[in-house]
């Protein structure tokens, strides 16, 4: 069985001293850091680029996991690469040439993902299995944080997990993103799902660190 990850999402973070927020996840438990690029084309908000990609990987131990919400992804792959990332996600809506640009992340020696928004069907996801370590199935619509988890997104895990198998591709890592929190994260995880996004599911609890060891504990 792939190990469970927890990817705690900085879009809830403390942007004004990102370094401390990172440190306490760090210190909390988690495994991979999950970083929201967004353009104000792709969806409806912008937030960060490369350079701040770049200093958060400055101060970060665990890995890099950018999720690029972002128009023609192509163009920025070395950039992102560059600035430290050590996954890349794309989202199939976002480009033509999904094959390419995926071929562009390996060829970086990066995690090459993918992203479904929650209309796509698995379906786009046929022709690019050899090309993928990780699919990013979108929970929520992208661009914000703290929105309800959709309900229809359990059965669409359930059905990813028979295509990989069908396949022969249960080595690609499913990781699922948005409205995750304490009380849905065993449901999620029994649909399937091995890396956790949550943003204000850790960063809004009481205790963020204590929060993460208790997602750990209830997958173990
Ligand atoms: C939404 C982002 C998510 C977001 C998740 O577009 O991709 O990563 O930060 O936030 P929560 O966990 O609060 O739904
Ligand atoms: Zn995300």
Redesign the pocket.
């Known amino acids: 069985m792939k190990p469970k990850k927890i990817s705690p999402?900085?879009?809830?973070a403390n942007f004004s001293n990102l370094e401390k927020d990172i440190k306490m996840v760090e210190e909390g438990g988690a495994h991979l850091l999950?970083i929201?690029v967004?353009d104000g084309h792709f969806?409806p908000?912008i937030t960060m680029g490369p350079v701040v990609v770049e200093a958060i990987n400055e101060v970060a131990k665990i890995p890099l996991d950018v999720?690029l919400?972002i128009s023609d992804p192509d163009y920025y792959v070395n950039a992102f690469a560059d600035a430290g990332a050590d996954y890349i996600t794309v989202h199939s809506e976002s480009t033509n040439h999904l094959h390419r640009v995926l071929q562009k992340i390996k060829a970086r020696g990066i995690k090459a993902g993918v992203s479904l928004n929650p209309h796509t069907p698995l379906s786009v996801l046929e022709n690019i299995l050899d090309n993928v370590d990780l699919i990013l199935i979108?929970?929520?619509?992208?661009?914000?944080?703290?929105?309800s988890?959709i309900p229809n997104t359990i059965k669409k895990l359930q059905n990813l997990k028979k295509m990989l198998k069908k396949h022969n591709a249960e080595h690609i890592e499913i990781e699922v993103?948005?409205?995750?929190?304490i009380d849905n994260i065993k449901e999620v995880s029994d649909a399937g799902c091995d890396i956790f996004?949550?943003?204000?599911?850790?960063?809004?609890a009481k205790n963020p660190k204590k929060m993460i060891s208790e997602m750990i504990n209830t997958l173990s």
């Open positions: 999402s900085l879009l809830s999950h929201d967004m969806v908000n999720h919400m979108m929970s929520v619509n992208p661009g914000f944080g703290g929105q988890f993103d948005g409205g995750i929190k996004v949550s943003g204000s599911g850790i960063f809004k």
